[in-house]
Structures are given as C-alpha cells and as structure tokens.
C-alpha cells in the first residue's frame, strides 16, 4: 500500500459483518474462560488483553496502522510525545548508561533528559546536530546505549542528518532513535534511512486537531540486540518478571523492543492512552496524507511573503531557498517539511509583542502542528523565566516569533500578517 491508502486502511480489516471504523474498546479489563487462558497472557505465552493500563485493542490498531507508515515491524501508543521518548531511552538505558543526543531539540524532551533521567542516574551528553565528526566520535562512551534527535527540531528548526548520525550510532553497536514529529511518515520515514527507533508526539499533525495529546513508539525492526547483547541485558538476558523470558529470543528483531516496553514499562509507569483518545488519533491519521501537503503548501507561501516583507528581519523554514538546511531538507523531505516557520521583525522584541496582539486568524497557543493557524513568542511564554542573554544561547531569541500555518485559506493568513505588520 502507499502512505495515502494507509492512513485510511492499514491497521485494521473489518470481518464479515464487524464495523467499519475501528471499534472504541472502552474496558478496563477483558473476560476470560479460565484461569489458565488468562495466565497464558501474564506469562507472555499467548498475546491478548488483560487489562488496559498495559495494552488496549483500540490503541493496538492505532499503533499498527502508525508502524506501517512508518514502515517499522512493531508500534505502541503512549499518553504523550513525552512518555513516548521517556520509554524510547528508558527501555534501553538504565542508571550508569549514557546517551548521545542532538542538542537541538524540543525543550521538553531537553529537560527530561538533562534533569529528570539525570536523576535517574543516566547520563546525556548533547552534541550540536552539524557538529564535525571528531566531535561526534568524541561524544560516545563504552556506556553509551543509543543516539537520539529529531528530524525537524521542534522550534529551531534544524534538519537532522540522519544516515549520518544512524552510521555513527551502529558503529558503536547502538541505535539511532528519532523523534518524526514534525515531518511526519508522509515527509519522512526515518527508518528508510537508518533509524531503529521512530517516537512521535501524536498531538501535533498525526492528530492534527488540537484535540488530544499522546505519542507513539515504532520499532524498524532491524536492529541486532543480540549481536550487541552485553550492551542490552534487558533484551538479551532472562527477565525473572516474566518467569524468564529473554525478549531479543522470545520476540525476535521485529518484536523484542515494543514487547518489552509494553511488558515492563507500560505495566510499570501506566502511560497509555485512553482508547477514546487513540479512536480520534486515527481520525487525525486518515487524513494525513491529505492535510500535511496543505500544511508545507501553505508554510511555503508564508515563509516566501515574510522574507519579502521590510519589517521582516530574518525567516527560518527548511523549505526556503537559502535556508541553512535547504539542501538537507531536500534529501530527507523532497515533497516539504513541514508547516513551522519562525522570524523576527526588525522591531524585535516589543515589535513581536504588538505585532501579535493584532492578529486576528492566526491564534496564540503553547501548541504547533495542527490545522489551526498559531502563534507563540516563546520569550515572553514558554521561555519567559530566561533573560535575554540566556535566550540567545539556547538559540531562541527575544525577538523569535513560531508560526505553524494552519490549513485555512493562506490568503487569509497573509492578510492576517499584512494588516498586524502594518
Ligand atoms: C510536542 C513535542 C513533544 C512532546 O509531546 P507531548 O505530546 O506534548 O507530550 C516531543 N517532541 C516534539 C518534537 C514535540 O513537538
């Protein structure tokens, strides 16, 4: 199938006389005839459902329709982007193990990794995305468990060389985990160029209607634990909460990760999302195909107006000619990136503060990536506890504006933008 026909099929094929959209399983907990049966599944023996707090079958054909576009072998929901990339690195990396990642990346998952997994007694080291190779070759450890970025960074907008940074994860016996979020299966499928790990927050284009939160995890399924099996004991040597089993034998290369992080981590934290919320992902999901062209169409033509415009002093989108990462862009995402765009105005900062306070389409939200047209100053929100100088080195300066174009009518966003110019 190709993405289109996906969106809407992959995941789930009705039987004669069963529903045509997916079914809410709305239960906590699922009957069975004996006590055997029900063992089998606590043993990891039969698949199936027990109790929803691990795995839901509405959430199940959510993920499978997820890890076919993505063209991974294995996918689970999670309640957020954020739990989604806490059990990517957590289901692989435990206290006294380190991680390489893009430095560059959405400031949610910078804390979670900086602060609270530092806590945790796992160890970060960030290395700048466009970094030479001596550093990056610098940046691994004998402890060092995987490599982690985006591939459009969520808001400095930088493209992720990933065939780059997946061959410096496997000669180092590790793998390469990539956040898709912003370029989405339909820009991107990271796994075709050497990722093993795909997580997304669901909350931005998958869903697209800003109408709930939650991510996914999607397993390539061609990663070796075994052949790198004194790095990953949690794969590759018996778990005594499973009588034994070991996930890289049991589960095989297509398997072992998801299962695993199902079996322990979900059990354990509880991050699923509810099946009513994984129902309207895949309402978002079957029209993807059709909203993230408009999306890039859109962002294309406003990136475009905005560099022309004399109050205008800088743009930043990956899909602009002259743009830092044009030509990488072009690579990974020849059909657009995405609809995130971020400038400043000559004015800077008070400039951007009454610029925005004339806007009339495009609304202020702490969100991107969805239908709806908005806008953020991450210095006077988001950010707002940092000083000017402290802005500047985390590259989001007092007078940075993130825009994500909607899929309105862009005529009426650029006379949005006119008229709050003017
Ligand atoms: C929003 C976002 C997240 C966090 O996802 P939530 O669903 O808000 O928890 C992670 N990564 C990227 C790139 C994001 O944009």
């Given at each position: 199938m190709e993405r289109e026909t996906m969106c809407i099929q992959a995941g789930y094929s009705p039987k004669n006389g069963e529903s045509r959209m997916i079914p809410i399983i709305q239960s906590t907990t699922f009957k069975y005839d004996t006590s055997e049966d029900m063992g089998k599944l606590f043993d990891l023996e039969a698949s199936g459902y027990f109790y929803t707090r691990l795995q839901n079958p509405t959430n199940d054909m959510v993920a499978a329709k997820l890890a076919a576009l993505e063209g991974g072998t294995a996918g689970m929901l999670t309640s957020s982007g954020q739990a989604a990339n806490f059990f990517s690195v957590f289901n692989i990396a435990t206290c006294g193990d380190h991680i390489v990642s893009a430095s560059t990346i959405y400031g949610g998952t910078f804390n979670l990794f900086n602060v609270t997994m530092r806590k945790m007694g796992i160890e970060f080291t960030f290395v700048d995305p466009d970094c030479s190779d001596e550093e990056l070759e610098k940046a691994f450890r004998p402890n060092t468990k995987a490599v982690f970025g985006e591939t459009i960074a969520n808001p400095a907008l930088v493209v992720f060389d990933i065939e780059r940074f997946a061959k410096a994860a496997h000669a180092h016996g590790v793998p390469l985990i990539v956040d898709n979020t912003f370029a989405t299966p339909i820009n991107c499928r990271p796994i075709e160029w050497g990722a093993d790990i795909v997580t997304h927050s669901t909350t931005k284009y998958l869903d697209g209607h800003d109408a709930t939160v939650g991510g996914a995890i999607i397993d390539g399924g061609k990663f070796d634990w075994m052949a790198h099996a004194d790095k990953f004991p949690g794969l590759t040597t018996p778990d005594a909460s499973y009588h034994g089993i070991t996930y890289a034998e049991k589960f095989g290369l297509g398997g072992a990760f998801i299962t695993k992080c199902t079996a322990q981590l979900m059990r354990d934290f509880g991050s699923i999302q509810a099946p009513m919320n994984a129902f309207l992902l895949n309402l978002g999901i079957e029209s993807l195909a059709v909203r993230v062209p408009r999306h890039c169409e859109n962002a294309q033509k406003v990136a475009g107006y905005l560099s022309g415009h004399?109050?205008?002093?800088w743009v930043t989108y990956p899909g602009l000619p002259g743009d830092k990462y044009y030509e990488r862009a072009k690579k990974y995402m020849p059909n657009g990136t995405c609809g995130v765009i971020s400038f400043g105005l000559k004015g800077g900062r008070s400039a951007a503060e009454a610029f925005m306070k004339k806007l009339k389409v495009a609304m202020i939200a702490?969100?991107?990536?969805?239908a709806h047209t908005c806008i953020l100053h991450p210095a006077n929100s988001t950010h707002r506890q940092l000083t000017d100088e402290e802005l500047i080195a985390g590259g989001v300066g007092p007078d940075l504006i993130r825009l994500s174009v909607g899929i309105e009518n862009v005529n009426d966003i650029i006379a949005d933008i006119e008229q709050a110019l003017a």
């Open positions: 004399d109050k205008v002093a702490t969100h991107v990536a969805d």
